[in-house]
């Protein structure tokens, strides 16, 4: 029998893991892209952009609303679970990023999360600087969601998704956390894992080129080979949901 590869860690090892799409997969959320991927049937410029959103909001807006209503009663997997008692060892050695904006890893247990692209469950104004609000509403044509902060003002704006969409700046105190996280300090010993992700969209997929730049081991848990292939030094090739319970070993 062939043993499954371990990630052994002791006290001074300190972990990031960034996630993808790949890693809700097993809980039914389709990926971005491949066959039956949710940009299969959509341009993702027309509803992951501020200019798709400018030219026709209402197609935004239902695409985020179907995104919504599949995600509602949707369940963390073995995958999640896994990161969330790895968390629950690690403290503050360890740090979670994600592409992802389902939830699932919070909803797994996982709070040192970073949602790199922003939450599927927040709305904010398109205009003004009112803080994004919990939000799990529907949205069509009939009736797209005008700002009360900007009409008290006289003014109209629409609500948007809290998404960062292509051609966006992820927010700074997310890098910032996320380049801190990577500079642990001597006598420390970094791991970076990647999984469920195609590696195609920067500054994500960038992430793992830095780590190793700064010392750190590269792992690579994946169902199919990505774009920064290159950037690992370990591969593992499966299912998130079957590897990441096997994954890590802590010792000490
Ligand atoms: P993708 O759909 O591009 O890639 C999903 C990756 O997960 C692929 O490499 C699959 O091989 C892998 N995969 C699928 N099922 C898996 C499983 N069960 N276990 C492990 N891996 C599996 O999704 P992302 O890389 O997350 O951004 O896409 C990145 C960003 O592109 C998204 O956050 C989204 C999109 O544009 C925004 O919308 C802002």
Redesign the pocket.
């Known amino acids: 029998m062939v043993r499954p590869a371990q990630i052994k860690l002791d006290p001074r090892t300190h972990v990031m893991v960034l996630?993808?799409?790949?890693?809700s997969?097993?809980s039914g959320i389709?990926?971005?892209?491949?066959s039956a991927?949710?940009?299969e049937e959509h341009r993702?410029e027309d509803v992951?952009s501020p200019a798709g959103f400018l030219r026709d909001p209402a197609l935004v807006w239902r695409f985020y609303s179907e995104r919504r209503a599949a995600a509602k009663d949707v369940r963390p997997?073995a995958?999640h679970a896994a990161l969330a008692a790895l968390e629950e060892q690690l403290g503050d050695r360890f740090l979670l990023a994600?592409?992802?904006?389902d939830g699932l890893h919070q909803a797994a247990g996982s709070r040192r999360v970073i949602e790199?692209?922003?939450s599927l469950w927040k709305t904010r104004c398109s205009r003004c600087d009112r803080p994004a609000f919990d939000d799990r509403d529907s949205y069509t044509a009939q009736n797209l969601p005008g700002c009360a902060q900007c009409d008290a003002r006289g003014d109209f704006a629409l609500l948007r998704p809290h998404?960062?969409?292509?051609g966006?700046a992820l927010a700074s105190e997310d890098l910032a956390r996320i380049d801190a996280f990577l500079r642990p300090g001597a006598g420390t010993r970094l791991v970076f894992v990647s999984?469920?992700?195609?590696?195609?969209?920067q500054p994500?997929?960038g992430i793992a080129r830095v780590a190793r730049s700064r010392g750190a081991e590269t792992w690579l848990?994946?169902?199919?080979?990505?774009d920064n292939a290159g950037d690992f030094e370990h591969t593992v090739m499966?299912?998130?949901?079957?590897?990441l319970p096997q994954l890590f070993a802590v010792t000490g």
């Open positions: 996630t993808g799409a790949g890693v997969a097993e389709p990926t971005f892209r491949g991927g949710l940009w993702v992951a997997n995958g994600t592409q992802n904006i790199m692209h922003g998404i960062v969409w292509f966006e999984c469920g992700t195609s590696g195609m969209v994500a997929a848990v994946n169902l199919e080979s990505p499966g299912k998130s949901g079957e590897l």
